[in-house]
């Protein structure tokens, strides 16, 4: 079942005469599904040495299994009411869509279209060219995933294979597990019968319990439930920037420690004196018997992140967040004394032109809603150099106090003032009582194997916080202006040479 939470853009230029004080948006665009990616040559599965190559990377989502084992999932009632007229609504503006292309083609290969995150078909500048000549309907869906990323989206918006991706990262039999390097809290790499890699990170926290008032930002615990939520969050944002995510009850026994080769790992297990299988492996923080993770008796809540390409094949490049906290206990950053720091930003490539500013508030604004602090570093891939999207990596931090609302995460957007059209829509959509965050959010999560994801307090604290990026968004304008604040990137593909293109404008 095709999984349309992350409505089309168009469902909003559908309602601009709602949403604007006039019916002509300037836009005829609208979209129409992805197509299914396109033969390559004879059927049959490529062989383990070819997927191995083909495989995984850094700490993000890749799994698989071939689309046709998705199960079709029961609807959940009255509560998708207002999701089916979301997908309502894009359907519509399915019909219209016009089409332009993408300029970067790979050499000598078949490229399948997608659709970018305003509506226009573009044509993959795929990660990497297969091997071998294969049916792509015979590749495992954590590779037809990756084959599907572009220079505007990890996904488009109706890829089926993301919902059969989701359904492998549950299902598929662990074959091994390792600890993974670097990072301060234990996390591993799975990897899946169909030679897929996913990253577990396992429950610290029950879903009733907050960040202790005491604790720093940097010294947080990485929740599951908060990598899950952020992926659903996204997509109901229609960015399509973090890895598909899933929930997964983990047998520690069968599924971790029998199946393990790291020696180091094996050696932390032990069983409690309540006769619960316990482990904690090696990290910079809560790595001891003290804050071992246990099971019931060895069953343990986690979330599967598929991995990315092989950095090998698809090279990702790291940036310093211009808005990055101290990670001090008593310093403060220059962002958070200087007020007009976003002018010193603005002069500073790749931020001077492009879409680079826009895609950082974006990721603010997707930070405010999760209460998200930890976002010190940012990642894009390299091969699109500096016109592409940044990867939202590494959300285990978000949703940590639905009682708090830590209003510093929106100073990139105070100072700055820009945004998107297309996000400044969308967000004016999910304030509507029809549309309403929260509501989108439940319906999401209840598809997910873990759910409840979220109590309603965290719920109920995005529809607030909406609100107030909206309240920032209309001081903004006031003070500035809809046509200075409000970047229109619903006219078509402009480039950053465009007068009324680019960050960079003053």
Known sequence: MVFLIACSMHIMIDLLPKLERHSNSGCSCSHTPSEEPQSW????????????????????????????????IPATGDKTQALRRLEHLGQRGDRKRQFIQDATVTKNMPIPATSDRRGHTVQRSGMFSPMGELTADS??????????????????????????????????????????????????????????QALFKPMKQTREQETP??????????????EIAAFHLDRI????????????????TKEIRDVTRDKKLWRTFFISPANNVCFYGECSYYCSTEHALCGKPDQIEGSLAAFLPDLALAKR???????????????????????????????????????????????????F????????????????????????????????????????ILVPLSQ??????????????????????????????????????????????????LRQVLNVLTECIEKEGYSYVVEDDLQGDQGSDHPHNGPGRR
Not at 213 to 226: G, M, T, V, W
Request: proline share 5%; with cysteine; net charge positive.
């Open 41 to 72: 040559g004879k059927q049959g599965w490529p062989n383990k040495h070819t997927l191995r190559i083909l495989q995984d990377f850094s700490n993000e989502p890749s799994s698989n299994v071939s689309s046709h084992s998705l199960e079709r």
């Open 139 to 196: 590749y495992p869906n954590w590779l037809r995933f990756h084959i599907g990323i572009n220079r505007h989206e990890l996904y488009s918006r109706h890829n089926p294979v993301i919902e059969a991706l989701l359904k492998d990262l549950v299902i598929q039999k662990i074959t091994s597990v390792a600890m993974k390097s670097g990072g301060t809290q234990l996390k591993l790499i799975m990897t899946f019968q169909n030679y897929g």
């Open 213 to 226: 008032p005491d604790f720093f930002y940097f010294s947080d615990f990485e929740r599951h439930n908060a």
């Open 237 to 252: 944002l229609d960015f399509r920037r973090v890895p598909p995510v899933a929930g997964r009850l983990v047998n520690m």
């Open 317 to 367: 490049k790291t940036w310093r967040n211009p808005w990055r906290r101290s990670y001090h206990k008593r310093k403060k950053a220059e962002w958070e004394v200087d007020p007009d720091y976003c002018e010193e930003v603005k002069q500073t490539p790749p931020y001077d032109s492009g879409t680079r500013l826009l895609d950082v508030m974006d990721m603010t604004i997707f930070d």
């Open 369 to 408: 809603l999760m209460g998200n602090m930890d976002r010190h570093h940012y990642e894009t891939f390299e091969k699109f150099g500096n016109e592409t999207f940044i990867i939202h990596l590494d959300n285990g931090r978000g949703f940590g106090k639905h009682s708090h609302d830590e209003t510093s």
């Open 416 to 465: 700055c003032c820009r945004v998107r059209k297309s996000t400044h829509l969308r967000l004016q959509l999910l304030a509507k009582e029809e549309y309403k965050l929260s509501t989108l959010m439940a319906e999401s999560l209840v598809r997910d194997r873990l759910s409840p994801i979220l109590i309603q307090p965290h719920l109920e604290a995005m529809d607030r916080r």
